[in-house]
């Protein structure tokens, strides 16, 4: 069992460092985004990295958001403060996420169709959401 993917990933607990690890290295194998530029949220800010919101069994990467470990949170208010905000938004990402598959059921499958075509797809589902929910 030297490979990764002779691992029979149900068997593993998903506590395991060895699934964590598999996961990193499939993400970073499989995964290819670019990522645009920082930018200033505000006209006066200073420019911000865009970033994906992860949770504890992702490593930290310069563009991804995971919370501070939970043992570690006892003395410090802003870590938690943090997680706090981090949950809030990820809880919002999956509600968005899980409106637009209730509503839209292509989003139940993987979209087997060219990029270009999945940009326009998932961007007239967006506007479609937002003129539902007006």
């Known amino acids: 069992m030297n490979n990764v993917n002779e691992l029979n990933i149900e068997q593993i607990p998903s506590s395991s460092e060895l699934l964590k690890r598999a996961i ?3 993400l970073a194998q499989f995964v ?3 990522i645009p530029d920082n930018e200033p949220v505000t006209e006066w800010g200073e420019p911000l ?14 563009h991804l958001l995971k919370p501070y470990p939970r043992h570690g949170l006892n003395n410090n208010r802003n870590q938690r403060i943090f997680n706090y905000r981090l949950s809030y938004a990820r809880q919002m990402v ?11 059921r292509i989003f ?3 979209i087997l169709v060219y990029p270009a075509k999945v940009d326009k797809i998932v961007n007239a589902a967006a ?4 003129l539902i929910r007006i």
């Open 24 to 26: 990193n290295q499939a």
């Open 32 to 34: 290819v985004v670019q």
């Open 49 to 62: 990295p865009y970033a994906f919101i992860a949770d504890e069994a992702f490593r930290l990467h310069q």
């Open 94 to 104: 999956v509600c968005t996420f899980g409106f637009l598959a209730a509503t839209f």
């Open 108 to 110: 139940h499958t993987p």
């Open 127 to 130: 506007v479609l959401h937002n």
